[in-house]
């Protein structure tokens, strides 16, 4: 049986632990042990110690390790030094419907009544939260963060870091750049270049004043 520790004790670590400790496969094939975060005073879950700072926490072939952090470039820091190890990261697919032949990378986190499509293919650390559905032959990018109740329609392209706030829609088809911010409730019906905002219905370039 593997331990698993779960990268960030806030608040969507907490969340991954208690939907990662619902899994049939806990308590079998692995066991949930505790957290790894370097920052001070944060809330203490009983059973479950903050026992080390994932930049320098040393791996072992023993454990598995889940990167619950939600911004894009922050997922990719604190997952890399333990990359660089050799670690191996889990993917949590707790009530997803998969089409055939969707594919995804390692260390994917999805919570409940997600939906990919036929041929869909995510990268590695991808996020997706719940009630979201992802379309059939769309792309996903590695580190990429998909909030709840998003709509990404068939055929869609979204690159790499990019950060998908809830409710948005993006129309089938749409290539979104890498490091892109899509916002929420917006409404996506043409391309957006790398590392943009968009916001609104239809979304449109927006920046902070």
Not at 26 to 40: I, M, N, P, S
Not at 144 to 164: H, K, M
Request: hydrophobic share 40%; aromatic share 8%.
């Amino acid at each position: 049986m593997k331990d698993v520790y779960i990268i960030n004790a806030g608040g969507f670590g907490r969340n991954m632990a208690s939907t990662a400790r619902g899994d049939i496969a806990h308590g079998k094939d692995w066991l949930v042990k505790g957290f790894l975060d370097g920052r001070q005073g944060l809330m203490q879950v009983p059973d479950l110690p903050i026992v080390g700072d994932p930049m320098t926490f040393r791996s072992e072939p023993s454990q598995l390790f889940i990167c619950a952090l939600g911004n894009p470039l922050e997922r990719r820091k604190f997952a890399q030094p333990l990359l660089e190890q050799g670690a191996q990261f889990m993917n949590l697919l707790p009530k997803v419907h998969r089409s055939e032949r969707s594919h995804m990378g390692m260390g994917c986190l999805f919570e409940h009544d997600v939906s990919l499509g036929a041929d869909a293919r995510l990268g590695d650390f991808v996020i997706t939260l719940a009630n979201t559905i992802v379309g059939y032959d769309v792309i996903v990018g590695s580190y990429t963060t998909i909030a709840s109740f998003v709509f990404i329609g068939g055929g869609a392209c979204i690159g790499e870091n990019v950060t998908i706030h809830p409710h948005a829609t993006i129309l089938p088809g749409v290539k979104i750049g890498d490091g892109a911010v899509i916002g929420a409730g917006s409404v996506v019906i043409g391309n957006v270049p790398p590392g943009v905002t968009m916001f609104g219905n239809p979304a449109k370039r927006f920046s902070f004043r």
